[in-house]
């Protein structure tokens, strides 16, 4: 198991046009988490899936922005019609509960986009 | 609302100093707390997790956390700091029951010289 993986790593890409992030969690986890983060400030709640179901979603998150998981494995994050404030770093994050049972999350590199 | 607060943005430490960062939560009801670590060019990993029991908790690399119930604080300690410590630190709070969100603090950038 490599963790969770992000594609891709940089996008770069014009005002107005679509981009798609993919995220694979770490197969045992039944939760897989979107989160954005800008320069100067800790990772902002996008999303969340258990396994295929969307459980909540951020009322800051535009309905230009919407997530899958359509068979709760990897999930994909969508932004339509970019904007030049949408650019910032998108991480995946993947969790169980542990020999605890705290629910402790598992990020992975992140997938940084510029809009220009 | 939900809310985690880091007091210090940055800090910078000489080797061998003490170090505490701050971190105050509001959050109803009974909290799983985090301290996340990311050292430069990597991505977040978990340093240190309260769930139950003993409120002082230890983690990797020496660091420590003390969760005040009362002061809805969780402040991360290391007695000595080194070089390889210089990251951005980042307090975390989740709810044991509902939602599994997990909130996060601004962070702290920690540059500790050598």
């Known amino acids: 198991d490599t963790g969770v993986s992000q594609n891709p790593r940089h996008k770069i890409t014009k005002r107005g ?26 990772p902002e709640f996008l999303t969340y899936f258990q ?18 998981r359509p068979k709760g494995s990897f999930s994909t994050l969508e932004i339509q019609r970019t904007e030049q404030g949408d650019s910032a770093m998108y991480l995946c994050a993947s969790s169980s509960r542990d020999t605890q049972g705290a629910n402790v999350l598992t990020f992975g590199a992140g997938s940084r986009l510029t809009v220009l | 609302a939900q809310s985690v607060s880091q007091h210090n943005h940055h800090v910078i430490l000489s080797e061998a100093a003490s170090l505490e ?39 990797i690399k020496g660091f420590e956390a003390e969760f005040i119930k009362s002061k809805f604080s969780f402040n991360l300690r290391k007695p000595s700091v080194q070089w390889s410590d210089t990251a951005e630190y980042f307090c975390a709070v989740t709810s044991l029951s509902g939602t599994y969100k997990y909130i996060f603090g601004t962070g702290t950038r920690l540059k500790v010289l050598a």
């Not at chain 1, 694979?24 to 320069?39: A, C, F, G, K, V």
């Open chain 2, 21 to 59: 960062l701050g971190c105050n939560y509001s959050y109803g009801g009974t909290v799983n707390l985090f301290w996340y670590v990311q050292y430069p060019g990597q991505h977040l990993q978990l340093l240190l997790k309260y769930f139950s029991g003993d409120p002082l908790v230890k983690g």
């Open chain 1, 51 to 68: 396994n295929e179901a969307q459980l909540e979603k951020s009322r800051l998150l535009s309905d230009r922005f919407s997530a899958e």
């Open chain 1, 17 to 42: 046009q679509n981009v798609t992030f993919r995220c694979d969690p770490i197969s045992e986890h039944n939760r897989l988490y979107w989160y954005r983060q800008t320069l100067g400030q800790g």
